[in-house]
């Protein structure tokens, strides 16, 4: 059986009924189960994860789509995390027995779909990408809802799907396919956005860092400190404690100390275990694969420090029975 | 006045008379200082430093080369460092009032007398290199003396300047024009490889570290422990403490420590300020840029535990007076 993860961002993190009513039609469904929903104030924007059959989410995900066309205006939309539209990114993830071939059809699939039957201009970006170009998603996103009105009558710019014209209230979406990426945060012990960013650099491919992390600085106001954001492309080249060991490096010449840090979706149970190998061997405690996802996600807590989780943000946690 | 590093190195470590009458024609010479030999037996190769007008370098240079083709024959030659040839590489390195432009001038003219005085075969590397698969030096010396032979007949490995063979007891070599690096190694407590070459794969660029690591274990045997020997080609970018703290950090699942580092050839100054700033705030000690190269030398042998290191192996330390 196929096991999919898509994980759509929707432009909205504050007003939960609001996000309640978006993300209905993606719930108590046959085929695939709605595994997190995680809404974030300071970003004003929530992450939706689902997992199972990917033929069963196609239409589903069509009708959430349309909600959040009925609910958010991005003309009026604030916050930290960039966005283009109401539903800023799609991504289908293959899990099991699916190669990345098919998520790049499912993309395709959606894609047509919400071009044409809800008037949304639609990027094919990562795997699923045309060109080069497009596979990144913060070059596709660069200029946000604000700018993509000028951004998308440009030749190099025209949508894959759809007029090249966004839709006034949502703007437009990207869908695509990828590996299991891990959105990965930590908070450091400051409100100084300057520290967050001298880590940032420090750590991401772009400024000379590891091959696969993105990282930026971002000031969390309700919270009161600073975050360094990340993704993490891919684990086993870059592990998590690896990254979280050199931000924590990096602060001692700040005098800051990491404050905690957070998965924003799903983890793949391999990513903390390699992780978890690195600190228990440190410590000379014994290390145990089969380690039930209790135990994965107490030893995470501890040497992650990770916050608001638990162990249904393990992708594994959620498959079988 | 045009001020150029040149560093030679050649295949052989350890008979110290015989590197002394190679090395001859550099010494005592107008125009430029002699600043550094560095013999290292395990790797039975040393590497020369040579600091001034590089007008005055080319003739001296091409005796020194012809020298080592007297007294080096390649089929007998054995050392942990990858070689092709008797002077194994020679890049020009722009310090001062001169352009990159200028030092790829020199090398070529270096690289035609080499070729047509002594018969050796040159492949020009880094940016002097005539294609993009000629800029890594690694790549061109794949095979080693060993494999040149068979190698250089291959229409794309056709050398620069000189006949498609090599030199039966000399091999090739490679000349070329680079910014600065930092040949720089890490002593680990340990006789284990594998571990030398896990932490490597978790710095260096081409496993997904560092952008600007390149990094290989290998077993100093007259030392009895590892290393993790790099090239670090842009110290901003990826400066020395972040390496070595990454090194230090993922030695702890090992529980093995630093024993020491060393850095082969010179370093600029500013390389060793920006690395003892780190360490200086990290202990809450006051930083003043303004200190002497004695001082300077001390602190990153405390920090760095640099070993075999004074102030001469700084570049700037060479200048001037």
């Not at 033929?55 to 959430?64: G, R, T």
């Not at 604030?78 to 099991?96: C, L, N, S, W, Y």
């Amino acid at each position: 059986m196929k096991i999919v993860q898509c994980v759509p961002n929707i432009s909205e993190g504050t007003d939960l009924k609001k996000i309640d009513r978006i993300v209905a039609p993606l719930k108590n469904q046959k085929g695939f189960k709605l595994v997190n929903i995680e809404a974030d104030s300071d970003y004003n924007r929530t992450v939706i994860t689902i997992i199972g059959d990917p033929d069963e989410m196609i239409n589903p995900l069509l009708k959430f789509i349309e909600n959040a066309k009925l609910e958010i205006d991005m003309n009026y939309h604030q916050g930290e995390h960039p966005r283009m539209g109401a539903v800023d990114v799609i991504p289908f993830i293959p899990i099991k027995d699916v190669s990345m071939e098919e998520c790049i059809n499912y993309a395709n699939l959606l894609a047509e779909k919400v071009a044409s039957e809800l008037t949304i201009p639609v990027y094919l970006y990562a795997e699923a990408a045309k060109t080069s170009k497009r596979r990144n998603l913060p070059t596709i996103r660069r200029g946000e809802f604000e700018g993509m009105k000028e951004k998308i009558t440009l030749k190099e710019w025209e949508p894959d799907y759809g007029e090249a014209k966004i839709h006034p209230s949502f703007g437009v979406v990207a869908i695509g396919a990828r590996l299991p990426l891990i959105a990965y945060n930590i908070d450091l012990g400051t409100d100084d956005e300057k520290i967050a960013n001298n880590v940032a650099r420090a750590i991401r491919k772009s400024s000379g860092g590891f091959a696969f992390v993105q990282a930026g600085p971002v000031f969390l106001e309700e919270r009161g400190h600073v975050q360094v954001t990340m993704n993490i492309l891919d684990f086993k080249k870059n592990p998590l404690y690896r990254v979280l060991e050199t931000v924590r490096m990096e602060l001692k010449r700040y005098q800051v100390a990491v404050l905690g840090s957070e998965v924003i979706g799903l983890i793949p149970k391999e990513a903390l275990l390699r992780s978890l190998r690195y600190y228990l061997l440190k410590d000379n405690e014994e290390y145990n694969k089969e380690i039930s996802f209790l135990e994965i996600t107490n030893l995470a807590k501890k040497y992650l420090q990770l916050r608001d989780f638990d162990s249904n943000k393990i992708i594994e946690a959620n498959l079988g029975d």
